[in-house]
């Protein structure tokens, strides 16, 4: 665990990582465009690089703004040799493209994505993703670290795949707050019983995952057709009470489609063919 470590890249997240190497015992070397931000770093063990070119030694951890960032710094350091861990959140296109550029010029190169706020880096709460060539160094100092596949873009595209998931779970809670609000029921007296909502229906995700691998949609627990009745009532129940109704009608309006197109006896999951393809 002690392999000396560069950290490229000071702001609110760089600076979690380098901190959380130190703490693991990793030489760290630290680099940053505003010198200013290495400053308790360095107090606190880490060596500062003069250059960038100084900190493309061993293996480089680089965490900036996003990839053009990443691209106008690393252009002209000299990457020959290098083995460079990126952790810059982007989209697969440009993992893929960094990957292929950074190889060009002689590097290793591993892309990764960061699902952890900066202080739950170190910790196992912190979800680190790489995808690249399999490390032969250890990350674990910065949390939980998988390696997904050889395919750069893995990473980041597990990364966006998790953002939708995010958002989602947070809008359809806030969806039922405002309904609750209503009635005087306050955030925090739903919270819980969302929370149960929530956990359970991630609980049927293992099984109609199988149905999606299968391609097989039998209407096990309920059809789709079913399903839309009660899509129905959350569309004017939220338009009597007068809160939004774009999500409830949105929810509604792609489960319409997939029985329209003959799916209303399959069960929930048929809808992956609404999702693997553009909407209108
Ligand atoms: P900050 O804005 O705090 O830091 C940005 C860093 O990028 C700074 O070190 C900045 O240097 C550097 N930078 C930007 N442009 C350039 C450039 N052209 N050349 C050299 N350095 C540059 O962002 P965060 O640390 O919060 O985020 C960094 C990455 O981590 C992002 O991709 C973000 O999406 C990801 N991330 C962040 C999370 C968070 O909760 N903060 C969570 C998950 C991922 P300078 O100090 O000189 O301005």
Redesign the pocket.
Known sequence: TNTPISV?????????LARAFLKAGHPTTVW???AA?ADALVAEGARLAPTIGDALGGVTIV????Y??VR??LGDAGLDGATLVN????DSAQARETAAWAEKHGARYLDG??????SSIGTDEAVILLSGPRPDFDLGALGTVSHLGEDPGLASLYDVAGLTMMWSVLNAWLQGTAMLKTAGVDAATYAPFARQIAAGVADWLPGYAEQIDKGSFPAEVSALETDARAMAHMVEESEALGVNAELPKLIKAMADRAIAAGHGGEQYPVLIREFERPGS
Request: hydrophobic letters at 45%.
């Open positions: 490229v890249g000071l702001g609110l997240m760089g600076t979690a940053n465009r505003t931000k965490c900036l703004t996003d053009s960032a106008e710094l952790l810059t959140s982007g994505a960061i699902m952890a706020i900066p």
